[in-house]
């Protein structure tokens, strides 16, 4: 090979790898460490310059009900959003992964929603909430029910949260699914029908076993987006009434960015940065390299 | 035979069902933006009751367009995306090559060191981020918008991919015609990867387009306001909004996006489920 000395390889391969590795650092792994360091000092202000307080916002923070109520809140907006999303998903799969009529436009009805930007589902969601007006309020007085204001209860929130999100996210989670189940033998189903075996027996012993890879992918994905995802926050409800429906992300911007207190916000960026190292622990657990590098 | 005959008899039945409810979902599913369309197209009393035969306008489209400026919103849009995903390409591919056909000290830390970023998005980051941008007065630019996005620990990951299944005889035997690293480079492996660009593309075009709470952190005027954050700054409930208004400038927001959808359907599909090969 052509100016190839061993030695040059190192210097080939690292040049290569500069524009990408300037970025990275920049944007990642310098901001990550900074985050760090900034979550033991104080804010400054005007009069007072910012001061290493140890762990002085830790204790502010394990302190702060706000945090407590976020974080329980985030626990929450997991526990609703995934499982459901996931089983929604996994029907959906199962729905259009055989031949049927109008597949080609299942399949684009339940993966549309996936391609929208949050913001713009969530100005379409305002007004299915609104009271009084808002369709899901019309419908139920249709049927004889009085409306509710379901974006302004603090019981009802974080329920109407959950249940936009879901509608959004279970089609991406089908492709997957479609994807793990066009890869399952075929030779499967035609034996259990030979057998008589009924299609809820069939599923539940073959079928869901063989998605557990798949289903191992999707979970770690679903739990991250409802660490990451926040924007229909900003149009829905603002993380109210009484930070009924705020998120961890959302409660980081709202404190560095309108409370202006970015060492605070520091320090729950370093609770949102552990969950999600111990969540990619927790892939690189669960995954084995052949699901990895297929 | 005629136990197989029920059989047969009871997977035909359980299928028909399952047809039809699967077009319910679907109807379910697609009915808000079914409501969107509606609403958009209506005059605003027709906004919240359905009558068949409502008359069809298309004032709410003007009247949005006169509220806010979409068309400059929808070109801020249209420059980051470019812009972002040209850079992405570059800066991903050179990282990925680095990584695929070099051998070099240090290479499988860099190469955890990349992949930290699937986890860590920068928007997680947002305060440091934003101080490293307001250090570079990139605040309020649609550069500052994209830099943090340009290395793409998903997109060199991708690619690195590919171009480990790239048989290196083809690489061998383009280094006997006389090409170099980057010949080598731009005439087998890159041509050889089209479907993965493809892929990578359509994923990064439809995440930038609909990505919200950095854009909205960074940007502050008119000229770097992208679509998302337009239309996050114009629904504000408070102003006593005119929904079929809201639904025109949500449309006009999705419509590109949703045309490109239409047409590369397929492709789209299928390109999302690449990018869960990560």
């Known amino acids: 090979m052509r100016s190839s000395s061993p030695g040059m390889r190192h210097v080939y391969g690292w040049l290569l790898l500069t524009p990408a590795a300037i970025l990275l ?66 029907v959906m799969a199962l729905l259009v992964n055989r031949s ?41 007085q249709g049927l004889g029910f009085s409306g509710h204001n379901w974006l302004g209860d603090p019981d009802t929130v974080l329920g109407a949260v959950i249940v936009m999100t879901v509608w959004k996210e279970a089609g991406f989670f089908m492709i997957f699914y479609l994807a793990a189940l066009q890869h399952l033998p075929k030779e499967l189903e035609e034996a259990a029908k030979l057998e008589g075996a009924s299609r809820w027996y069939f599923f539940w012993r073959v079928t869901f076993p063989l998605l557990m890879p798949t289903t191992l992918f ?30 961890l992300l959302y ?44 | 035979m005629t136990e197989q ?27 808000p933006l079914l409501y969107a369309f509606w609403a958009a197209f209506h005059p605003s009393e027709y906004a919240v009751n359905f009558e068949l035969f409502a008359p069809i306008t298309l004032n709410n489209f003007g009247e949005a367009l006169s509220q806010a400026p979409f068309l400059q919103y929808g070109l801020n849009t249209f420059v980051l995306v470019t812009m972002l995903l040209a850079s992405q390409m570059v800066i991903c591919t050179l990282a990925a090559y680095a990584f695929s056909r070099y051998q070099f000290a240090g290479q499988n830390i860099a190469f955890s060191l990349v992949l930290v ?73 890159v041509p050889l990867a089209k479907p993965t660009y493809l892929a990578y593309g359509l994923v990064s075009i439809s995440h930038h387009w609909n990505n919200f709470l950095w854009p909205l952190i960074v940007s502050n005027s008119v000229e770097t306001r992208p679509l998302t954050v337009g239309l996050g700054v114009f629904g504000a409930p408070e102003s006593g ?18 045309i490109a959808f239409l047409l590369f359907q397929r492709q789209f599909i299928q390109s999302f489920m690449h990018s869960g090969i990560k």
């Open chain 1, 218 to 247: 999707v979970l770690i994905n679903a739990v991250l987006n409802s660490f990451k995802l926040v924007d229909h926050l900003f149009v829905l409800t603002k993380g109210g009434p009484d930070n009924a429906s705020n998120l």
């Open chain 2, 117 to 189: 970023q699937l986890m860590i998005t920068p928007e997680i980051l947002i305060v440091e981020n934003y101080s490293t941008l307001a250090d570079l007065s990139l605040v309020d630019t649609i550069t500052g918008i994209g830099l943090p996005y340009m290395a793409s620990a998903f997109g060199i990951f991708l690619l690195r991919q590919t171009f480990k299944s790239t048989p290196k005889e083809l690489e061998e035997a383009a280094r006997l015609e006389g090409c170099g690293m980057f010949g080598v480079l731009l005439r087998v492996y």
């Open chain 2, 5 to 31: 005959l029920r059989l047969q008899k009871y997977w035909t039945y359980s299928i028909r069902l399952e047809t039809l409810g699967a077009w319910l979902l679907a109807l379910i599913w697609i009915s």
């Open chain 1, 251 to 294: 409660y980081i911007y709202e404190n560095a960015f309108s409370y202006f207190d970015p060492n605070y916000a520091s320090t729950l960026t370093v609770v949102l940065l552990a969950l999600l190292a111990i969540l990619a622990l927790l892939q690189f657990f669960l995954f084995d390299r052949r699901i990895h590098y297929r």
């Open chain 2, 241 to 258: 909004v005119d929904w079929s208004i809201v639904s025109a400038a949500t449309l006009l927001s999705v419509a590109p996006l949703m």
């Open chain 1, 25 to 90: 650092i920049a944007f990642t792994h310098y901001p990550t460490i900074a985050t760090l360091i900034d979550s033991f000092f104080s804010k400054s202000s005007a009069i007072r310059p910012s001061r290493f307080i140890g762990a002085g916002n830790y204790e502010a923070m394990l302190e702060d009900p706000i945090f407590w109520k976020v974080l329980f809140n985030n626990l929450w907006f997991a526990l609703g959003t995934i499982p459901t999303s996931v089983a929604i998903a996994i």
């Open chain 1, 100 to 140: 049927l009529p109008g597949q080609g436009f299942l399949r684009m009805a339940y993966f549309t929603p996936t391609i929208l930007p949050m913001i713009a589902v969530a100005n379409i969601w305002l007004f299915f909430y609104t009271p009084e007006i808002g369709l899901i309020d019309q419908i139920l």
